[in-house]
């Protein structure tokens, strides 16, 4: 099971490039949300709820998390 780093509430992830592109260290509001998801490119997702992150990226042991440089920014292994 992944869950953010501590300080991480939230993280758009650059799917082409397999990048995260930006960190949020504050739970966002609904409006910028909405306008973050407006303003990146097709390739990217905000990911802001641990549950979806579990659903969406296959990781499947801390080893897994670990070798991934750029989920290991902002996720941890629970």
């Known amino acids: 099971m992944l869950k953010f780093k501590e300080g991480v509430k ?10 995260v592109t930006k960190v949020f260290d504050r739970k966002l509001s609904a409006e910028e949300s909405t306008l973050i998801m407006e303003v990146v490119d097709d390739d990217s997702v905000l ?19 670990e070798n991934d440089s750029e989920l290991s920014k902002v996720l941890d292994w629970k």
Do not use: Q
């Open 47 to 65: 990911f802001e709820s641990e549950e979806w992150i579990n659903e969406v990226f296959t990781v499947e042991s801390k080893e897994d998390l």
């Open 10 to 19: 939230g993280f758009v992830f650059d799917s082409s490039n397999d990048e």
